[in-house]
């Protein structure tokens, strides 16, 4: 088992993250002396997504060009969406309010569509401004602002994967007013349709007998987790009996579940919230069960990375060339190269190296993405570079390349 905490970031924190800028690399030239010789580049293009960036990769008679930006994007039926947080709320001597939202947006179009949002903090900070219309806002970025006001409310967003239409995400919400109401401390885990914005039930992603045996299949992990660790405890187990005096607060929620991916074959991950004896939220983290695929997984399996056993290699096999990636010594990096040529004879052009771990490859030259859709795509790259006013963040989870993780009892931030 593993305990940690989940803490909200502290307003000095989030002050600086909301004065900060992106940053990301220019575009850049590859390979322009290989091609400067006569050995022409396989002709490819497409997005790769890695460690908290995608990267946008060309390639032909002209060389290699490759930029990069803090930018999560999945693509639907031959549209690409864009998946960002925005943030609002405010800040007092005494006070901070702070809630997050989910947003999509198609690349082609200017409008936005909410994914997600929980308007109880932004309820809260009515009624403070209601019972406290003496205070005076502060700026985030005052020198002089407190670091621990007593009434704090806030909620948090975090994307957990994307796998096409769908992101999985966990929302963890804190109420602890001053003098007012029992905090509050609650998470839960959802799936929602990146186009519109509804929550995705089990039943709508994977068909309902996979969904009716998912949830069986759960709710017996669940039973035989527990019974383990009460089992451990009894035997003098410290970390176990730590984690017995808040067992019974779990409730199993068959609605409280994400998507994974194991081996590139669908899977279903559930979250069974819980809390402390101080009132914290906790979860519990089944191991993921896989799924028969569904129809609209088929588009998804063909982005996802593709391991070698000896996890030495991962890669995405494109009809016309291959893109591979070889981690660094330390697991921290990936070197990105591209493979092409004819059977037997095949070349490797180095791309980058980037952050790991690496996520998904969406090609854009199958079919090729037109002049309208570049010019789209190009511009977001622009905005998540340079971002002013409300501040625009995404970034991909920071899961493992190599199996996923054993069940975990952990500690809401």
């Known amino acids: ?117 929980d308007s109880t903090v932004m309820h809260e900070l009515a009624g403070w401004r209601r019972t406290h219309p003496r205070d005076a806002e502060i700026d985030p970025a005052d020198e002089e602002m407190p670091e621990d006001p007593r009434t704090v409310v806030n909620d948090e967003i975090e994307i957990i994967d994307v796998h096409g239409p769908y992101v999985t995400m966990e929302h963890l919400l804190n109420v602890d007013i001053d003098g007012g109401p029992p905090h509050r401390h609650a998470g839960r885990r959802m799936v929602v349709d990146v186009r519109s914005g509804a929550t995705a039930s089990l039943a709508a992603l994977v068909g309902a007998d996979e969904a009716r045996r998912v949830t069986a299949a759960a709710r017996a992990s669940l039973t035989q987790l527990v019974d383990s660790i009460r089992t451990a405890g009894a035997a003098g187990n410290e970390r176990a009996s730590v984690a017995t005096e808040s067992l019974d607060s779990f409730r ?21 919230p819980g809390q402390s004896s101080d009132g914290e939220a906790l979860a519990l983290y089944l191991p993921p069960i896989t799924v028969n695929a569904p129809v609209w997984w088929t588009s998804v399996r063909a982005t996802l990375p593709e391991w070698a056993k000896d996890s030495a290699r991962v890669t995405w096999d494109r009809a016309k060339y291959d893109v591979a ?75 493992p390349s190599t199996p996923l993780r054993a069940t975990s009892f952990s500690r809401l931030r």
Do not use: K, N
């Open 1 to 117: 088992m593993m305990m940690m905490r989940w803490r909200p970031a502290t307003r000095r924190v989030r002050a600086l993250l909301a004065l900060s800028a992106v940053t990301a690399t220019a575009v850049v030239a590859a390979c322009g002396d290989r091609a400067s010789r006569g050995e022409a580049l396989p002709p490819a293009e497409f997005l790769f997504a890695a460690g908290d960036s995608t990267y946008w990769v060309r390639s032909g008679d002209d060389g290699m060009r490759v930029r990069s930006a803090p930018i999560l994007l999945t693509e639907v039926e031959g549209r690409l969406f864009e998946i960002f947080l925005g943030d609002e709320g405010a800040e007092y001597a005494d006070a901070s309010f702070a809630s997050a939202r989910l947003w999509s947006r198609e690349v082609q179009h200017r409008d936005s569509t909410l994914l997600f949002g």
């Open 252 to 272: 199993f929620d068959s609605a409280s579940f994400g998507m994974t991916d194991i081996g590139r074959d669908p899977a279903v991950a559930f979250m069974v």
């Open 325 to 399: 990636a070889r981690p660094s010594a330390d697991g921290d990096a990936l070197a990105l190269v591209l493979i092409g040529g004819p059977a037997g004879q095949a070349r490797e052009w180095p791309i980058a190296t980037v952050a790991a771990p690496a996520y998904q490859l969406i090609p854009l030259d199958t079919p090729p993405i037109d002049s309208a859709a570049r010019a789209a795509l190009s511009r977001a790259f622009d905005i998540s570079t340079s971002l002013d006013g409300l501040i625009q963040r995404a970034s991909w989870p920071h899961r």
